[in-house]
């Protein structure tokens, strides 16, 4: 049984930093692209980040592309998401996600292409 459990989410002021970390068992780890995605009350899942199986490839969503970086180690089974500069439309139920198939080439971006899911973390960010 695959697991995925996030943590590091919680309250920081506009322009703080947070590092988000997703601890994963059950599965090849490092066969498998992961990514972030988020979901804020009211409006659907969105992707934030996603890296591939073998950290040669990452993918931001526009909206966090310079402040956010998606990385992963493998020996840990461990990906993490770094937020700096955080804004007050940051704020979201972040969750992490594992590819639905090994060493995909490309990460998808759609949330479709994700088999597992973590339970989220919350992330606030505050004026």
């Known amino acids: 049984q695959v697991q995925l459990v996030e943590s590091g989410g919680g309250l920081v002021q506009a322009g703080g930093s947070l590092r988000l970390s997703c601890a994963a068992s059950?599965?090849?780890?490092?066969?498998?692209?992961m990514g972030w995605f988020r979901q804020a009350p009211g409006k659907e899942r969105e992707f934030v980040a996603t890296?591939?199986?073998?950290?040669?490839?990452?993918y931001y969503a526009d909206s966090v592309k310079g402040r956010f970086t998606i990385s992963r180690d493998n020996a840990k089974n461990t990906v993490y998401l770094q937020m700096n500069s955080l804004k007050t439309e940051d704020t979201a139920v972040y969750y992490c996600?594992?590819?639905?198939?090994?060493?995909?080439?490309?990460?998808?971006?759609?949330?479709?292409?994700?088999?597992?899911w973590g339970q989220g973390t919350q992330v606030t960010v505050s004026s």
């Open positions: 996600a594992a590819d639905a198939f090994p060493f995909r080439a490309v990460p998808g971006t759609s949330s479709r292409e994700y088999t597992y």
């Open positions: 890296i591939s199986w073998n950290v040669g490839r990452t």
């Open positions: 059950g599965h090849t780890f490092s066969s498998y692209a």
